[in-house]
């Protein structure tokens, strides 16, 4: 055959006759993307149930909060144990640091 050049001779010929096709994929290569996928599936998973275990805690944590801001907004005299073991009485200055305690609690842990 005199006019054809053979592929190997002339390798532009031989690059025009392939496929311009994206790259095969080997097993290998399709299991390690399964691996890759199931690894981000669990991550994602493993993001929402901590996200909704945090936002249970603010919950209670709020549900308490008010409770206690209640509690102090009713006037009744409230007492807590100090680091001997003896009951104390608050006086106004504890009541009011507890309230901005309370406060702040409520303003970051309820909606």
Do not use: F, W, Y
Request: glycine letters at 2%.
């Amino acid at each position: 055959m005199a006019g054809v050049p053979e592929p190997a001779a002339n390798p532009a010929a031989t690059a025009a006759l392939l496929p311009a096709s994206s790259p095969r994929i080997t097993p290998i290569d399709k299991a390690l993307a399964e691996q890759k996928k199931k690894a981000e599936q669990a991550q994602e998973a493993q993001r929402k149930t901590d996200e909704e275990h945090n936002n249970s805690l603010k919950a209670e944590n709020c549900e308490r909060a008010k409770m206690a801001k209640a509690s102090l907004d009713s006037g009744t005299r409230l007492s807590r144990t100090n680091q001997k073991g003896e009951r104390e009485i608050l006086d106004d200055a504890a009541r009011a640091m507890e309230a901005a305690r309370l406060q702040t609690i409520m303003k970051n842990d309820c909606p």
